[in-house]
């Protein structure tokens, strides 16, 4: 059985933002997550949605991050949380080096082929009870799953959907490469 390691919310403030190896950390009600390098596939759907989301949004209301943007979910010291968004939708604001400290409009999961699925749901959870419509891209199903509140819908490659949170329509036929 692997150990887990647990810090404090201040001592995990305290880590490198990322290893040498690329690997970055996230915090789970005070368990350390250590997460690799993401694949090609992975890469180049975060810039799609990111580059889609950044063309379609008013950037006077609304800021598009990308790269495993942080946000802290709980500053309970002992049960923090900290997590990081493929891409994120936050309020427009000064930006600054820090973690974001009010939850995202919008948190985007591309989800990889060896993602825990209790990690990813724990995570989704985490968001959504913070306000946060969150959406879960299944690159080789080819299906979005939109979490807004208690609701869930899921959508198909080339639906579209109206994002409450955006208030926009999204097209996901701009989310997924060949």
Known sequence: MATKTTL??????????????????????????????????????????????????????????GGEAGVILSDVDDRGIVRGADVAVERASELDEGYAR??????????????????????????????????????????????NGSQLAVRRRGDRFHSIALNCEIDTGKFFVR
Request: net charge negative.
């Open 8 to 65: 404090s919310l201040q001592e995990f403030l305290r880590l490198p933002r990322e290893q040498p190896d690329g690997a970055h950390y996230e915090l789970d009600e005070g368990e350390l997550i250590r997460l690799s390098p993401a694949g090609r596939t992975h890469a180049a759907i975060v810039i799609r949605i990111a580059s889609y989301l950044d063309a379609l949004l008013d950037p006077t209301q609304f800021t598009v991050l």
């Open 102 to 147: 009010e939850p995202f409009v919008v948190a985007v999961e591309v989800v990889s082929k060896g993602q825990d699925p209790e990690d990813l749901e724990r995570k989704k959870n985490q968001y959504v009870r913070a306000g946060t419509e969150t959406w879960l891209v299944y690159p080789r199903a080819g299906t979005i799953h939109v979490c």
